[in-house]
């Protein structure tokens, strides 16, 4: 009469239907309980490589209008801050000023503060990295020089970005410091709501 394929195992039908392709009821048993869908010959999809390098593709153009964009933005705020240095510091100690006043609670105090670090550590980051990032030259000497190549450019807006992440780092520690400071002396009921 032979087996009775309904009561196999799925390991077991497998086994049957790939060692005699000729049996029948094994293979309708094999495609009802849909096992062939898991087979590398039956797949009916094809161009997975060319979607993939299509994605790739993209991704790499996105990436570099993205690196392009970002050198001629760090570029811009560091001549920017570089010509303005005088309403720079201005900034700088005003948001600090009115951060401290506010205790480091208010959050629109916090984002002016914010802004202020960052203006105050684009004007210190030509003076810092001088030698890495401006070959040793002031800003506007590395400006004129022409000799400049993109992997140079690329070079100083990366560490424009370190520096730009460490303005945030040092606005988060001075804020705190603030907090703890001023938190024995202050009256959090008007900061009662949520934040």
């Known amino acids: 009469m032979g087996k009775n394929y309904r009561n196999m195992l799925d390991?077991?039908?497998e086994r049957?239907?790939?060692n005699d392709l000729t049996n029948y009821r094994a293979e309708?048993?094999?495609k009802r309980r849909g096992l062939d869908q898991y087979d590398d010959e039956d797949s009916d999809y094809s161009g997975a490589d060319v979607g993939g390098a299509l994605g790739f593709g993209v991704i790499l153009i996105l990436l570099a209008a993205i690196i392009i964009i970002s050198v001629y933005i760090s570029l811009y705020a560091v001549g920017l801050v570089q010509r303005h240095w005088f309403f720079v510091l201005v900034?700088?100690?005003a948001t600090f000023?009115?951060?401290f006043k506010k205790q480091g609670y208010s959050r629109f105090f916090n984002l002016l503060f914010f802004i202020g670090?960052?203006?105050l550590f684009t004007l210190i980051f030509p003076v810092l990295f001088s030698d890495l990032a401006l070959r040793g030259l002031t800003f506007n000497q590395y400006m004129a020089n022409p000799?400049?190549?993109f992997i140079e450019l690329m070079k100083f807006s990366f560490f424009y970005a370190l520096f730009m992440v460490a303005s945030y780092f040092f606005s988060k520690i001075v804020t705190s410091r603030v907090r703890k400071?001023?938190?024995p002396y202050s009256d959090f009921s008007r900061y009662n709501r949520r934040m």
């Open 11 to 13: 390991w077991e039908i």
């Open 16 to 18: 049957e239907h790939k």
């Open 28 to 30: 309708e048993e094999y």
């Open 91 to 93: 900034l700088f100690l």
């Open 97 to 99: 000023y009115f951060m």
């Open 117 to 119: 670090c960052y203006s």
């Open 147 to 149: 000799t400049i190549d």
């Open 181 to 183: 400071k001023s938190s």
